[in-house]
């Protein structure tokens, strides 16, 4: 007599989940190809002079002579930096300040010709930069602005405002309007109940959107390098292209890495600080209420 040996349910041999290999797979790819020149990056700038043309992946005498370079009297890296900071914090903090405000605005009135109001604002910021440098740079040099804190960042602010407006209209598309109302039932002003209320409710949408234009005026480079010539007034991304070896002709590749480290560092710290507000805030600018 034959016995049939049947196998208990804990005891089979689980399918191999390769959808689930592959996407894991796909995403490590994706993450080595966009660190890959960042560490480049890094390995090239703790590389002497004599090796800078190296291909090994590690420096064979690591050296930070670059960075002493880069903060050196003659490269004026420091207050480029200061500049930069100046005007990104500027922008960050007054495209924030009116696209709060206005994308609330427009989330919950209605009147005619929104959609239409919304598409101009984001058309705003699709013009070419370069297409309109040149009448900036006439008006600026008419009102002597030239060499001023204002030439770089009333420019930044044009195309951080409608990317600002329109992320953050989207967010409070997302807030039920029972939350105010409840807020006044309470006894808040339509006020106190935005400040109290929807504020906070809100803060991860508003940090992911300052993220985004902190980084995007942290790196602008064609206005500043049109409208200031001082270099004491330069921002860090003008500087950085203006570096010179110890010939004229000499390009410091070594420096220029580490510069370019340093200029990546405040953001890279910046996003690991906010991480969690910036996922929170991407995730429910998706949700539907």
């Not at 992946?57 to 480029?80: D, H, I, L, Q, T």
């Not at 808040?188 to 993220?211: D, E, H, S, Y």
Request: charged share 10%; aromatic share 12%; with cysteine.
């Amino acid at each position: 007599m034959s016995t049939a040996t049947t196998a208990a349910p804990g005891t089979r041999r689980r399918k191999t989940d390769w959808a689930g290999i592959l996407s894991s797979f796909g995403i490590v790819l994706i993450v080595i190809y966009c660190l890959a020149p960042f560490y480049w990056m890094i390995v090239s700038s703790l590389r002497p002079d004599t090796e800078i043309f190296e291909n090994s992946w590690w420096p064979r005498n690591p050296s930070f002579e670059n960075y002493e370079a880069v903060f050196s009297a003659k490269n004026n890296f420091a207050s480029g930096l200061v500049n930069s900071l100046i005007v990104s914090v500027i922008v960050t903090v007054v495209a924030l300040a009116v696209a709060t405000f206005a994308s609330y605005a427009l989330a919950r009135l209605s009147f005619r010709g929104k959609g239409f109001l919304l598409l101009v604002v984001l058309a705003t910021s699709m013009f070419p930069l370069v297409a309109i440098i040149v009448p900036l740079l006439k008006n600026f040099a008419a009102w002597e602005w030239i060499n001023t804190y204002q030439a770089m960042i009333i420019p930044d602010l044009s195309f951080s405002l409608p990317l600002a407006v329109w992320n953050l209209t989207s967010f409070f598309r997302q807030m039920p309007l029972e939350l105010e109302q409840s807020a006044m039932v309470d006894g808040c002003t339509p006020g106190q109940a935005f400040r109290k209320v929807i504020l906070p409710l809100a803060a991860p949408g508003i940090f992911t959107t300052a993220i985004i234009i902190f980084i995007g005026a942290w790196n602008e480079f064609l206005v500043a390098v049109t409208m200031i010539n001082d270099p004491a007034m330069q921002p860090a991304t003008v500087l950085l292209s203006k570096f010179t070896g110890a010939a004229q002709f000499n390009t410091p590749f070594g420096s220029q890495m580490a510069a370019g480290v340093i200029m990546t560092l405040p953001l890279v710290i910046m996003v690991l600080l906010f991480q969690r507000r910036i996922v929170a805030g991407l995730a429910a600018g998706g949700l539907k209420s």
